[in-house]
T-cell receptor, first 113, second 116 residues
């Protein structure tokens, strides 16, 4: 059972454009939603995270939008740069379930110069 | 500071052999997680330690997989009688504390296991 669904699978954006990646979850007990960035040959690196009591969180060019009623959250990358080209994973965890991360299937982002 | 380290980075083994994968978490991190990541997929949870106690092993695929963290720091994931389907990237992550505000998990570079 896939508890976190991520889309799109791949995304191509021009430099300077906005990249948007979406995730939907099923379990309302999830209470922590991080995004990870992974470059080839590297481990996932924490990018930004949000809790369900907040509808938006911004860090630099990266913004998480959270819609609790729709059970959806999304990552927006403003002014996308070629260096942002990587695979992005959304995840979710529950306080009452070891805080283990349940990951989405990933989005491969390519930012063209 | 030093991040999570894992060794070996690459391991090739023959079917039926036992392997031990090591994780050295960030100093002072209480929680340690093992995940398995298939190519093109997100990591999947295997097991979790809080200090030296294995709190959750619900993600271990079968009884050939085991893990320990005897002194609450370094952890070893052991796979006995390896099978080709065990081939994957095994990742370790650590977290300062599991409870409360600090839940960020920091991942290591992984061990690429290939079973021939």
């Amino acid at each position: 059972q896939q508890q976190v669904k991520q889309s799109p699978q791949s995304l191509i954006v021009q430099k300077g454009g906005i990249s948007i990646i979406n995730c939907a979850y099923e379990n309302t007990a999830f209470d922590y939603f991080p995004w990870y960035q992974q470059f080839p040959g590297k481990g996932p690196a924490l990018l930004i995270a949000i809790r369900p009591d907040v509808s938006e969180k911004k860090e630099g060019r990266f913004t998480i939008s959270f819609n609790k009623s729709a059970k959806q959250f999304s990552l927006h990358i403003m002014d996308s740069q070629p260096g942002d080209s990587a695979t992005y994973f959304c995840a979710a965890s529950r306080m009452d379930s070891s805080y283990k991360l349940i990951f989405g299937s990933g989005t491969r982002l390519l930012v063209r110069p | 500071g030093a991040g999570v380290s894992q060794s070996p980075r690459y391991k090739v083994t023959k079917r039926g052999q036992d392997v031990a994968l090591r994780c050295d978490p960030i100093s002072g991190h209480v929680s340690l997680y093992w995940y398995r990541q298939a190519l093109g997929q997100g990591p999947e949870f295997l097991t979790y330690f809080n200090y030296e106690a294995q709190q959750d092993k619900s993600g271990l695929p079968n009884d050939r997989f085991s893990a320990e963290r005897p002194e609450g720091s370094i952890s070893t994931l052991t796979i006995q009688r390896t099978e080709q389907r065990d081939s994957a990237m095994y990742r370790c992550a650590s977290s300062l504390v599991a409870v409360g505000a600090t839940r960020e998990q920091y991942f290591g570079p992984g061990t690429r296991l290939t079973v021939t």
